[in-house]
C-alpha cells in the first residue's frame, strides 16, 4: 500500500501545448481518466471561478472517489495581470478579491488555493522590500477570509524564468515562516527547486514543519523519471520527514497527456517502493546466529 497520496494537475479552460497541465477537458473527462490510471487526486489550474459551478465538480470528484487537492491560480495573472504586488492598488484590490472568490470555491470542493505568479513581479531589487510587504499585507487578509470559509493556503516557490523573486525553497520557506500565519503553508516544486536551490533533499528537511504540498516535475518539466532529478532521495527525504500532504504531477503533457499521466505515475510508485526498500535496516539474523 502507497504511503504518499498522488494527484495530477489538470486543467478545464484552454491552455497552451506547454502549459505543465497534464490532462485537459471537462473535469469529468479528466477525473474519469485521472481516476482510470489510478491517480488519488486531481488539481485544478483554472480561472473565472464564478463561471464554474463547484458543487459540480464535488460531486463529480466524489462519483470517481478523488481528492480535488488544490486550485492553482496563475491564470488570473497570465491572462488579466492579477497580482498582489502592483503599483497599481485597483490591480492589487481586485487580485485580492479575485483570489477570494478560489477560496470560495475552494471552500466547496475541500481544496487548498495555491498563491505562486499571482505574486507578480518586481521592478528592480531596490523594490524588493515594499513587494514584500504589499505580499504580506495581502496575505494577511486573504488568510483571515480563508480561516472563515476553513481554507487553507499555501505559498509557492516559482523559477527566475516566471517569477522574479520568491524563487528558491529558502526565499519562500523563510518568507512563509515569517508570516506565522496558521493557514498559510509551504508548496514546494521539484522542477524549480532543481534549478533554484543546492540541495532537494536539504531543503524538504529544512521546511519540513511548514510543507504542506508538492508538485513532482522532473528538469526538463517532464514526468518524473524523464530528465535528471533524484526522486529516490527525495521520496526517501519525504518517509524521513513524515509527509503527509499530496504529491501532484505538473509536468508538460509529452508525449501526450495520458502517456505522461500514467508513465509519471508508475515511475514515482515504483521509485517509492524503492525507497521504502532503502529504509529497511539490513539484519541477517542467520549470519549472526552462525557467527556466534
Known sequence: MSKFKYGIQISVDEVSERT?????????ECAQKAKSIGYDGVELFMHTPYKKDPHLFKSIAAQYELDI???CTGMEYLLYNLNLTSDD???RTAAVSKLKEHIDFAEIIGSLVCIGTMRGQI???EYLQLHYRRLEEGLI???EY???KNVKLVVEDNPQYVSNFLNSADEV???????NLENVGLHLDTH???MEDDNIEKSLEKFSDILTYLHYSDANRGYPGSCSIDFLAIAKTLMDIDYQGYITLECQPYPNSEECARRGLQYVKAIEQAATIKRMPLKDTLYKKHKK
Open 20 to 28: 505543465p497541465s497534464i490532462l485537459r477537458g471537462t473535469f469529468e
Open 69 to 71: 487537492t488544490c486550485i
Open 89 to 91: 492598488k485597483a490591480v
Open 123 to 125: 521592478p528592480g531589487s
Open 141 to 143: 487578509e486573504l488568510s
Open 146 to 148: 480563508a480561516q472563515s
Open 173 to 179: 520557506g523563510n518568507f512563509v515562516r515569517a508570516l
Open 192 to 194: 524549480c527547486m532543481a
